[in-house]
């Protein structure tokens, strides 16, 4: 029996075991492998230098980048961070079987809305390995079962940290040993994406690149998101000092980031004032500023910045519905009837008023946990929590209650 | 340019047009369809009697089944519910604007999530020229622009019914021209099913083999199910005349529904008592019992049914898991822990205790209207009402606030 399919298919039992697990029980587990991975801390490290040294050589060679070779890291903060991440997560409330509802359609008949585990997740990760933890913990806590592909440039410190944490979870005789599980190669990944009987979610983390080619081959659900070309549009009544302010904070605090600034549009009646303020601002901060573009779907990830004069706010919004790829979209004004307008037709999973494009993000929005960013139209959108990785199923009580019945008119339903 | 592309990047732009369009103006909308229908209701049967004519021809040809000539037929009733369902949409309570949530996530920072449309419907439709007037009454009310394919044995009825609305919606200036579209080759459904850079969600309404033939062709998400293999599960501690009673209505009050039962499992301790009386029942009800079969994932669609013995309740919901479509399925006990377990454990839309799987509806569960049953592990599962043609997005207003203040430790997130 070929390996993979093996996985999927006890992954897919497993996930119907873990509807029994307790908040309780979850909690503990995750308690547990908090304090594992703090104690072996050392074992960790040690793994990831292994796989730094050999992704140097890899940089060197010029076979990875410098932002993969980053993120590759792990370093004392990360680590901590990490960690701090699993025990966030045990703390937060439990999100299966929470009744979202509950009435009664008819005498004696009663319709519950109970949200439950989504079944089994695929993730596809790569370079950064503090995912690993991140994602078995929001699995946990979701009651899911999890099938996790880490990249190949982090193999050794994904195996240490997988290892540790399924230790800890077999131990636990009521939960499901094959609710987590790692593979490893890349024709692994192939087949994954076509096990669509058994995995209901994929989740990419890592280059628009990848997402871009999972998207391309699966027919199961992908929530994530590829590009991230968010925009900055400078309203005729926009409060100048907040555009700079926002404006550098957008594109320079981390300019690798999804959430960050690619373009910014300014209204055209700025053109001989505030525009070369805000240039000479981006160039004071070391950011190289593009005009009259032929593509405006760049998204630079550096501190580089596309900048484009609007004749008004409708060909702003036009210009982002086109371009844009639905993630976080600004508009910087103090004219209140344009900042709704804007809002509510730039059709984007984030849209901002006077504020940085950088707060897109599921911790800032008061989450406690992100399980990514989505940029799609159905299910989530947006920096995604917790209650993304569920949904829900009708319960239906009742007495023996028939549909003849009510076809007849013997009986009602409430109104 | 090709037809298709153009009506779709058309109902594009429509979509966003169409977030603009008030409560008041989409209920007026609707009340003057639902007047301009009845006013039209000798030239849409008139219609309508043409497309049966032909479909009574292809009918003795054998080119369609007998169930589709029915659903094809626009009596005086279907007509009259047809237009009743126009005027109860325009009833129900917008689903879009509304805000969901709204909080402060930092001094002068906050945070709203709003419903808004999905955007661009395209709705795939055989036989029933009821669906038309109801699909776009739906899309109306959630502000969705929408194209219509639907099966060429009703083109005669679909035209005119489209025609009347389409003529309605074209005297409002105020709404987008474009938001309802109707195609009408085969050849236009592949290519609408290749346009997910502009359709945003499918949901198809027909055979098993036309929703089947969609989930394989397009990268599109998909609203629907294809099979409908509903159970009930007799327990060892049921009550031999709900479940009687319960198992003839799921079987015989629509046999040819998606929610209608199509495999009956009895405890093994009820097999020489209370197994013998079901089957007379049945018997007596002309429904033909199927035993000892190889296959357990048919979908009869008519008066038969398959009978197995289960050795226990953990046996019959594994079997559900393993042969059902998640569709709904339902236990007859007395017991509360067995019910329970079984409403827990079973990974369909509806789990049902003592009551006929018959009531799986949209009408039923009290949502005034319905899109569709939904078998997803995503978006919208179960019968599916307005809010599974919209989502989310969130507004933030902030006043100048940058990230860096936050990573700096100058300001704070609330908690």
């Known amino acids: 029996m070929n390996n993979i399919l093996q996985i999927a298919g006890l992954a ?25 991975l703090k104690e072996n801390k050392e074992r960790i490290l040690n793994a990831n230098l292994k796989d730094v040294k050999n992704a140097e050589r890899l940089l060197n060679e010029g076979k990875i980048t410098l932002s ?20 966030d997560v045990s703390l937060l409330e439990d999100p299966v079987n929470k009744v979202m509802w509950s009435k009664d359609i008819a005498e004696g008949i009663t319709l519950k809305k109970i949200t439950c585990p989504i079944g089994v997740l695929g993730i596809i990760f790569e370079a950064r390995p503090d995912v690993i933890s991140q994602i078995i913990s929001l699995s946990i806590k979701t009651s899911n079962a999890v099938i996790l592909k880490g990249g190949s440039e982090a193999e050794e410190t ?7 944490i399924k230790n800890i979870l077999d131990s636990y005789s009521d939960i499901p040993s094959d609710m987590i599980n790692l593979i490893h190669s890349r024709e692994d990944v192939k087949e ?4 669509d009987k058994y995995i209901n979610l994929i989740i990419p983390r890592g280059s628009n690149s990848l997402v871009k080619y999972i998207k391309e081959n699966t027919k199961i659900p992908v929530l ?3 590009d991230g070309i968010c925009h900055i549009y400078i309203d005729e009544f926009a409060d100048e000092s907040k555009a700079l302010k926002i ?5 320079c605090q981390y300019p690798s980031a999804c959430n960050s ?3 910014v549009l300014v209204h055209k009646s700025l053109k001989d004032t505030f525009l070369n303020k805000l240039k000479t601002e981006f160039i004071k901060n070391d950011v190289k500023v593009n005009e009259n573009l032929e593509d405006w779907s760049i998204e630079y990830g550096d501190k580089t910045v596309s900048l484009k004069i609007a004749e008004n706010i409708d060909e702003a919004i036009m210009h982002i519905n086109k371009y844009g790829s639905g993630h976080t979209d600004c508009i910087i004004t103090e004219n209140d009837e344009n900042a709704e307008k ?25 989450f406690g946990a992100e399980v990514g960013i989505s940029t799609n139209k159905i299910h989530a959108r947006g920096p995604v929590g917790l209650e993304g990785l569920t949904i829900y199923k009708y319960r239906l009580y009742g007495n023996g209650d028939i549909v003849n019945d009510f076809v007849t008119g013997k009986r009602h339903f409430y109104k």
């Open 192 to 195: 994954l994406l076509s096990l």
């Open 247 to 251: 404006c550098i904070d957008a594109k």
């Open 68 to 87: 993969l070779y980053k993120r590759l890291i792990l370093d004392e903060n990360k680590f901590r961070d990490m960690v701090q991440g699993v025990n």
């Open 158 to 164: 994904n195996k240490i940290i997988f290892n540790i």
């Open 12 to 36: 897919k039992e497993a996930s119907v075991s873990a509807l029994h697990l307790t908040t309780e029980i979850k909690n503990r587990l995750l308690t547990d492998i908090y304090n594992a």
């Open 261 to 263: 600034v690619e373009t």
């Open 224 to 226: 994530g998101h590829s």
């Open 342 to 366: 804007f809002m509510l037709l730039v059709d984007s999973a984030g849209v901002y008023k006077n504020i940085s494009t950088r707060f897109a993000d599921g911790f800032r929005y008061g």
